[in-house]
């Protein structure tokens, strides 16, 4: 198949239930058959654990059905298998959306996104993220955008850029539109909003010409600013300085 998925690990700290996955990912081509992944799902209380599952989105593209309410034993393990499917006019695009897992004590989410690309591309691009970066709320983000093969491009190519939070949360960054040469290489900063969730996040740049899109993305890492008391007791002491000089 011309499908990929990934998916991460869940931690078990909760020790109420745990999944097996943090997001899914998956690629396609417009028409592709179906793509199978599954979220494995375990009670880990001594007693029988009811759990309420929901999807918010992608309900045209996940073909299996997920039921609405499981009921496990206590240290039962199971599989809720997904199979997604596309149809052949599926408008090239990414498309978000997450399944909900709820227990009356603890509530889990699985973002899940899938990219829509044509077989025979009409361009190429590529994003990185400047190395060396660490990363804050409302701190900046530079990045590298080259895109090639736009040789019979004659009109403008819109861009898009946003970030996805590990949370499958979408923050729309910019968008612009820009005359075709043979190739493009743009330079971006970007401001982070002060709400940005902390921890691993992707950027993505998508470029549209007619009714082609392109997508890509790169992960970076958000961390949490420390707190400087040496900072913050200077900043006092100016102050006090300043109101006695007055």
Avoid at 147 to 157: A, P, R, Y
Wanted: net charge negative.
């Amino acid at each position: 198949s011309t499908s990929s998925g990934t998916s991460g690990g869940g931690g078990s700290s909760s020790r109420i239930f745990d999944i097996d996955v943090d997001k899914i990912n998956c690629l396609f081509f417009p028409g592709e058959e179906k793509s199978h992944h599954s979220i494995i799902i375990k009670n880990y209380k001594r007693t029988n654990l009811k759990l309420n599952i929901q999807t918010k989105g992608l309900s045209d593209l996940i073909e299996s059905r997920i039921p609405p309410l499981i009921n496990l034993k206590s240290e039962e393990t199971r599989v809720i298998p997904l199979i997604f499917k596309t149809d052949e006019n599926i408008p090239l695009d990414i498309y978000f959306g997450k399944i909900i897992i709820n227990s009356t004590e603890l509530r889990k989410e699985v973002p899940i996104s899938i990219i829509i690309e044509p077989e025979d591309k009409l361009f190429d691009i590529k994003i990185k993220v400047e190395d060396n970066q660490t990363f804050f709320p409302r701190s900046t983000l530079s990045s590298k955008i080259e895109i090639n093969g736009l040789e019979n491009i004659e009109e403008k190519i819109y861009l898009e850029y946003f970030i996805e939070d590990e949370n499958g949360e979408i923050n729309i960054l910019e968008k612009e539109s820009m005359k075709t040469e043979e190739s493009l290489k743009i330079s971006k900063i970007f401001s982070l909003p002060f709400n940005s969730t902390l921890g691993k996040n992707s950027l993505y740049v998508k470029a549209t010409y007619l009714n082609h899109s392109l997508l890509t993305n790169t992960d970076f890492l958000i961390e949490e600013k420390e707190f400087s008391l040496y900072n913050n007791l200077s900043l006092k002491v100016l102050i006090v300085v300043i109101i006695l000089i007055i």
